[in-house]
T-cell receptor, first 111, second 106 residues
Framework: KAGVTQTPRYLIKTRGQQVTLSCSPI?????VSWYQQTPGQGLQFLFE???????NKGNFPGRFSGRQFSNSRSEMNVSTLELGDSALYLC??????????FGPGTRLTVL | GIQVEQSPPDLILQEGANSTLRCNFS?????LQWFHQNPWGQLINLFY???GTKQNGRLSATTVATERYSLLYISSSQTTDSGVYFC????????FGAGTRLTVKP
């Protein structure tokens, strides 16, 4: 069974731009969660989608948004990028309230 | 929200030594997982263990849900065990501890 895939793997943007990251879950998993990892704040929950609906949301500004498609693939978008948005963005998929499996991450650098 | 504390924050071992990593959490949880993050950032699943004891080779884990802690045991450590180990708990969303950075020296 193929694992969680994320694209792109690396991304460089400048302040003020926007970015879209993509995540394809494990086949059969309908729950997709997103996390941000930074050296200062560690791993923080962004949001979770299940069956195209946002089920939970972390404590992040409205510049961070996401969506999920009918095939369970998910995208997250960050608008008006700030230097502090530089991070590793991780996506995980799971069955509802079950073991989460993570993708390799997208490393975003904001210049 | 729920608090997750991992100890120790850093651990340096000689190859072949054993170690115990601890995870304390502040409230009842539905799920608990242990991960190993490799140098490229990938989180590798070690254990899905909301309660009880599991073993996988040189690694084992125990979660005592009623006392709100979990332990990860690494026996006969190898240099490839180096990296950061995370505990994560889930009530509604998943919360991670700050991790234990393990360095195994040859």
């Amino acid at each position: 069974k193929a694992g969680v895939t994320q694209t792109p793997r690396y991304l460089i943007k400048t302040r003020g731009q926007q970015v879209t990251l993509s995540c394809s879950p494990i086949s059969g998993h309908r729950s997709v969660s997103w996390y941000q990892q930074t050296p200062g704040q560690g791993l923080q929950f962004l949001f979770e989608y299940f069956s195209e609906t946002q089920r939970n949301k972390g404590n992040f500004p409205g510049r961070f948004s996401g969506r999920q498609f009918s095939n369970s693939r998910s995208e997250m978008n960050v608008s008006t990028l700030e230097l502090g948005d530089s991070a590793l963005y991780l996506c995980a998929s799971s069955l509802p309230y079950n073991e989460q499996f993570f993708g390799p991450g997208t490393r975003l650098t904001v210049l | 929200g729920i608090q997750v504390e991992q100890s120790p924050p850093d651990l340096i071992l000689q190859e072949g030594a054993n170690s115990t990593l601890r995870c304390n959490f502040s409230d009842s949880v539905n799920n608990l997982q242990w991960f190993h993050q490799n140098p490229w950032g990938q989180l590798i699943n070690l254990f899905y263990i909301p309660s009880g004891t599991k073993q996988n080779g040189r690694l084992s884990a125990t979660t005592v849900a009623t006392e709100r802690y979990s332990l990860l045991y690494i026996s006969s450590s190898q240099t490839t065990d180096s990296g950061v180990y995370f505990c994560a708990v889930q009530v509604h969303d998943m919360r991670f501890g700050a991790g234990t950075r393990l360095t195994v020296k040859p």
